[in-house]
Each structure stands twice: as C-alpha cells, then as structure tokens.
C-alpha cells in the first residue's frame, strides 16, 4: 500500500492550492457578503479543466481521475465553500451522467459545452414533496409527437439560477413508483415554459445560488431522455454515489480552512502572558481537528480510488461524506471556539467556516440517509 501521491496526483493539487489561494480566498468575503456568482472564477477554473475534470478531453474534459477531482476539489473549497459546490455540482452531478448513461451524440451536444466549463450544469432531483425520499417526484414528462411536454417544479437546485442545462428526474409512467422515473437532459436556455423561480436566502455557501426550476407544459426534443424509461432513479443514485465524493471533498476543505487559520490565531494570540497555543485545552482541540480531518481525507481518497478502479463505491461514498461533513462541523464549530469573539464577528473568516459547514450535513443525501445507505449495504454483506 502506497500513500503518496503520484507526481500527477502531486500537480493537480499544486495547481489546484496556487489558483485557490491567489486568485479565490483574496474574493471568497467579499462573494460570501455580496452572494455574487462568481462567473470570471468560474471561466478560469474551466481553463484548468476543473469543470469537467474526469470527463474524456474529447468531450472538454481534463481526461483526469477521480483522486484528482478529489484533491482539486479539497483546494478550491478550502478557499471558498461555495465555489466548491459549484464546481461539484457541475462535475458530479451534471457531467457525470451525461457521460455513463448518454449516447454518443448526446455526449457531443450536451456534455462538451458544460465539461469545457463554456457552459453551467445543474441537476434538477429534489422536489417540495421529494427529498431523503427521492422516488417521491412528481414533475411529469409525456410524450408530445417525436418530443416532450414536461411539468412540475423543482426545489433547492445548486446553480439553478444561472445554469445553461440540468439534468432532470421526472415521472414518466406515474403509478409506476421509482419505475416510472426517467432521466432527462435538458438546455434550460432554449426550453420553451421553463423558468427560473425563488431563489433561496440561505444560512451559507451564499455566492452559490439555490434555486427553483418551473416547468409548465416545457416542450423537450426527443433526444432529451437519457438512457431508457424508466432507468431514471437507479441512474440518479449512482450520480449520487460519485456527488457524495465531491461534498466529502468539499467538507474536508471547509475543515482544513478552519484548522489552518485557528492554528494561526492560537500561535498568535496571548492570553494570561503566554499564546493560547501553549494551553491543553486548545491544543486537544486542535488535535481533535487534525484528526477527523485526516480520517475524513482516507476516507474520501479511498472511495475516489474505488471509484477510478471501478470498485464498489456506494457504501464508501456515503462513508466519506457523512464523516467528512460531521469533521468539518465540529471543526468550524471549534475554530470559531477558539477564535472567541474574533470567531464571531465577519471580520474574520471563522464564521463563515461554520456556516457553510452545515450543508455539507444536509445535501447529497442527508448524513441520516448516509447511514441508511451504508447500514444497507452492510446488511445485504457488501
Ligand atoms: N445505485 C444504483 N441503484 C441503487 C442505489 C445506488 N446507489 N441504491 C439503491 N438502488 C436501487 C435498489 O437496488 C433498488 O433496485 P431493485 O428494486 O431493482 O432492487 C432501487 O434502487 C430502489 O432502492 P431502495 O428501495 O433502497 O430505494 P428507496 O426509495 O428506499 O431510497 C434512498 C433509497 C437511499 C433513501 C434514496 O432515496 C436516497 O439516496 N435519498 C437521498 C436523496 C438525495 O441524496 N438527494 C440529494 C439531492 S441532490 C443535492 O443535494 C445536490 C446539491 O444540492 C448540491
């Protein structure tokens, strides 16, 4: 067993904490206070090729692994969280199942645009009445001639608001129960009935956008279905297998955010004469920090490496991001301890840490439903 990184491994990460830490942290206060997207970051990730990092450079990708996307990922959230979910969503849960389950000629229309970063993917699951219960959707989709008339509402959508096409779960054959759901892929720009409606004010991750998806009597050409009907709920569970990767990752780097600047304040600061480094109680704290992050980053690696050597990843997945998201909590929860007041006041990053650490708890599964998947798993002996 090797646990270095390979020179490849080694670069990406490079490039990843170079770009992050000149070109992301310097904005990530002023993003998070003004909830702007930030698009000209956004254009320059897509020059490195984190938009579609493990999408084949024939179709815009960077032609690299997961463990890649993994330690890319760690780097640009540890600078700023919401930059982070942005570029998960598109990779992930965007690009992801247009390239296992498209054809060729849909890879070509709908993958290139999005993984070349050119474009903006979303992904359209949860519905009002369809969260942890995933089956439960009720956008419909019924055939219209050689096309599709879609209707329905869908909610919480990471890059709703500003996203060029969505990969989309609705019913096809409504009594038909997780059956009947299909898999569309779908140009929001040139989407006849689709528009884009509240967008949410939320506790963190404010430069990246929640937004509902409305569609009345929206009218989708023919090679909109992705796979057959009624593929669509085991489809979007495997894209959340590989989601679930990328929000551990996420986590870590909200974590590791967290640790790096409390180390530093606690070097620096002095209280009753001497720096509150020198303390035990904060040192435990700290070392509790660096621990469960370091579990949390094995973990994550682990599943990203299963998930590149084609080796179950289900359970791992689900393993990663729960941990890694309940690491990053107690992190951010303990930065902001030891920062004291200074941990509570925006004029350091602490409190932004701890709320966009929440999230990471939330989405993707929330960490309850990680411990229904993994708990499964081990029931069925995998
Ligand atoms: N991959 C492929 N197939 C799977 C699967 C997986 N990971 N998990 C289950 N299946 C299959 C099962 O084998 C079963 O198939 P058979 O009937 O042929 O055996 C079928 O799917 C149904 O399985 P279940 O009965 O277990 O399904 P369920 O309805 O009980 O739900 C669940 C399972 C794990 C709770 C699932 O609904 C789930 O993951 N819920 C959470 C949803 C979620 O993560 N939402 C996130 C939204 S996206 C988001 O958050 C993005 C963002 O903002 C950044």
Not at 101 to 117: H, I, M, N, R, W
Not at 272 to 281: D, S, T
Not at 308 to 329: G, Q, T, V
Request: proline share 3%.
């Amino acid at each position: 067993m090797d646990f270095s990184l390979s020179e490849e491994h080694q670069m990406v990460q490079d490039m990843a904490r170079r770009f992050a830490t000149e070109k992301i942290k310097p904005v990530a206060a002023e993003l998070d206070k003004t909830h702007r997207h930030p698009e000209e970051i956004i254009k320059e990730m897509a020059e490195l090729k984190f938009m579609g990092i493990a999408v084949p450079e024939e179709y815009g990708g960077g032609g690299m692994d997961y463990v890649s996307y993994v330690l890319a990922m760690i780097e640009i959230s540890k600078a700023c969280a919401s930059i982070g979910v942005i570029m998960s969503v598109n990779n992930s849960l965007y690009c992801y199942p247009v390239m296992a389950f498209g054809t060729d000629e849909q890879k070509e229309k709908y993958l290139t645009p999005v993984a070349s970063g050119e474009s903006l993917g979303c992904y359209g699951l949860t519905e009002a009445g369809a969260g942890s219960d995933a089956a439960a959707v009720r956008t419909t989709a019924v055939r219209d001639g050689d096309g599709w008339i879609l209707n329905g509402e869908k909610k919480f959508i990471t890059n709703g608001n500003v996203a060029d096409y969505c990969v989309l779960a609705v019913k096809t054959e409504k009594d038909q129960g997780y059956k009947g759901i299909s898999t569309f892929v779908v140009n929001l720009k040139e989407t006849p009935g689709f528009s884009v409606g509240v967008v949410e004010d939320k506790l963190g991750i404010l430069a990246s956008g929640t937004a509902e998806l409305v569609f009345e009597d929206a009218r989708l050409p023919g090679d909109a279905l992705l796979g057959k009907e009624g593929e669509g709920f085991k489809q979007m569970l495997t894209t959340l297998d590989g989601g679930r990767i990328g929000i551990a990752s996420q986590a870590i780097g909200i974590g590791r955010a967290a640790l790096e600047e409390a180390l530093d304040y606690a070097k620096e600061r002095e209280q009753f004469g001497k720096p509150i480094a020198r303390l035990q109680a904060i040192q435990f704290k700290l070392a509790d920090m660096a621990m469960e992050l370091d579990a949390a980053e094995l973990l994550t690696l682990r599943a990203a490496y299963n998930e590149d050597n084609h080796l179950p990843y289900e359970k791992e997945a689900a393993m990663a991001k729960c941990f890694a998201a309940d690491a990053a909590m107690r992190a951010a929860i303990e930065g902001v301890q030891i920062l004291g007041g200074y941990g509570y006041i925006k004029e350091y990053p602490m409190e932004r840490h701890m709320r966009d650490a929440k999230i990471c708890q939330i989405y993707e599964g929330t960490n309850e439903i990680m411990r229904v998947v993994i708990a499964s798993r081990l029931l069925q002996g995998k």
